[in-house]
T-cell receptor
Framework: GAGVSQTPSNKVTEKGKYVELRCDPISGHTALYWYRQSLGQGPEFLIYFQGTGAADDSGLPNDRFFAVRPEGSVSTLKIQRTERGDSAVYLC????????????FGPGTRLTVL | GENVEQHPSTLSVQEGDSAVIKCTYSDSASNYFPWYKQELGKGPQLIIDIRSNVGEKKDQRIAVTLNKTAKHFSLHITETQPEDSAVYFCAASIGVGRDDKIIFGKGTRLHILP
C-alpha cells in the first residue's frame, strides 16, 4: 500500500523567505510526527499530532516554525523568515495504535536556504 | 535533558562477520527502544524494537538486547551481507508511559566489506 509521502522532495529558497512542506500520512494513521535531520545526525523531534491537535510541540526551535493538520490527515510544516541554519532534511512519520505505534517515515524534504 | 548516545559512529565489517552497535539512554522512564535503518536518500525504516519488559529479541539475523539497570541496549547483526550497509539509528522513548515520543542517537554508518 501507499506509504508516507512528502512534497516537495527538494526545496531551495532564499534567506528570509517563507516555505511550506507537506506530509501525506498513511491512510488511517491518527498520529503524525515532524522531525528535522541535519547532516550526520539523527532525526530531531519537532512536533507530534494526535488527530487534528498538536499533542506535543516542544521540539519546535522557535516561533518561526509552525505546523497544522486541519483535517487530521495531511499536515503542513511552515517556516517563516527562513535562515541558513534551517537547511536540513525534514522528515514526516505517521503511526497508529493498531500498528503498535511503529513510526513509518516518509522520504523527507531536503530544504536548502541560500 | 534526555539523550541517547550511540557508538561507534562508523563501523566496517567483513561480509559474513557480525556487527554490534551500542547505545545508552538517560531517561529511566524510557520503555520503548526502536532501531532504524536509513539508506541514502530515504527515510528511516524500523528494523526491530524492544520494550522494557523483555531483555532480548531476535528476528532472523538481527537481535537487540536491553539492560535496564545499566540503561544500555545493543543491536547485533549476524552473517552480514552487502545490503546491510546503511546508517543505523537507535532511539528511546521519553516520558512516563509514552512510546510515541522518541529521541534518536546520532547514528552508526555500517560498511560491509566484500
Amino acid at each position: 500500500g501507499a506509504g508516507v509521502s512528502q512534497t516537495p522532495s527538494n526545496k531551495v529558497t532564499e534567506k528570509g523567505k517563507y516555505v511550506e512542506l507537506r506530509c501525506d500520512p498513511i491512510s488511517g494513521h491518527t498520529a503524525l510526527y515532524w522531525y528535522r535531520q541535519s547532516l550526520g545526525q539523527g532525526p530531531e523531534f519537532l512536533i507530534y499530532f494526535q488527530g487534528t491537535g498538536a499533542a506535543d510541540d516542544s521540539g519546535l526551535p522557535n516561533d518561526r516554525f509552525f505546523a497544522v493538520r486541519p483535517e487530521g490527515s495531511v499536515s503542513t510544516l511552515k517556516i517563516q523568515r527562513t535562515e541558513r541554519g534551517d537547511s536540513a532534511v525534514y522528515l514526516c512519520a505517521s503511526s497508529s495504535t493498531w500498528s503498535g505505534n511503529e513510526q513509518f517515515f516518509g522520504p523527507g524534504t531536503r530544504l536548502t536556504v541560500l | 535533558g534526555e539523550n541517547v548516545e550511540q557508538h561507534p559512529s562508523t563501523l566496517s565489517v567483513q561480509e559474513g562477520d557480525s556487527a554490534v552497535i551500542k547505545c545508552t539512554y538517560s531517561d529511566s522512564a524510557s520503555n520503548y527502544f526502536p532501531w532504524y535503518k536509513q539508506e541514502l536518500g530515504k527515510g528511516p525504516q524500523l528494523i526491530i524494537d524492544i520494550r522494557s519488559n523483555v531483555g532480548e529479541k531476535k528476528d532472523q539475523r538481527i537481535a537487540v538486547t536491553l539492560n535496564k539497570t545499566a540503561k544500555h541496549f545493543s543491536l547485533h547483526i549476524t552473517e552480514t551481507q552487502p545490503e546491510d550497509s546503511a546508517v543505523y539509528f537507535c532511539a528511546a522513548s521519553i516520558g512516563v508511559g509514552r512510546d510515541d515520543k522518541i529521541i534518536f542517537g546520532k547514528g552508526t554508518r555500517l560498511h560491509i566489506l566484500p
